[in-house]
């Protein structure tokens, strides 16, 4: 496939456009558009120079990205289930199988004009390099404790 970094990011963009935890950030001002589009440039790099990430870890960087970027925790499961459709289609664009992309990415929502800009993207980050870590280990060690209809969600990262 060839271009498969550019075709990566245009799955990336529908992607994240379609993602309403960023676009909730952004509209209640936690963090710049700018920021939300640099973020999908910024993600495709981070998952073209790691090797073999996993959907853990690369939901991880997800967060990390929104809580230092947006100052948004997520609480949700956005993070891994963006992750694992990243995933999906990088293994699509690694392995060369453009037709079963292709066909995918029409399943997907349409890319939304919030997320879209008229100018070139700038990347303003470095992208980091993923270390393997005891990730499932940290993931095993989240405790949730439901009280009186309230869940309480301790972080899975040390701090």
């Not at 947006?70 to 690694?94: G, H, K, M, W």
């Amino acid at each position: 496939m060839s271009n498969t970094k550019e075709f990566f990011l245009s799955i990336a963009q529908r992607i994240f456009s379609n993602w309403t935890a960023l676009k909730m950030a952004v509209e209640h001002g936690m963090g710049p558009k700018e920021r939300a589009i640099d973020f999908c440039p910024y993600m495709t790099e981070v998952i073209f120079m790691n090797e073999n990430l996993n959907s853990s870890e690369i939901a991880n960087e997800l967060e990390d990205y929104m809580e230092e970027h947006f100052n948004t925790e997520l609480q949700d499961n956005s993070a891994i289930q963006v992750a694992e459709e990243l995933l999906r289609f990088f293994n699509y664009c690694v392995k060369s199988n453009e037709s079963i992309a292709v066909t995918e990415i029409e399943k997907l929502p349409p890319l939304q004009s919030w997320l879209v800009t008229n100018e070139p993207v700038r990347r303003t980050q470095n992208p980091v390099i993923v270390e393997n870590d005891s990730s499932e280990d940290e993931t095993a060690s989240q405790e949730m404790q439901v009280t009186d209809e309230w869940t309480e969600v301790r972080s899975r990262r040390k701090r």
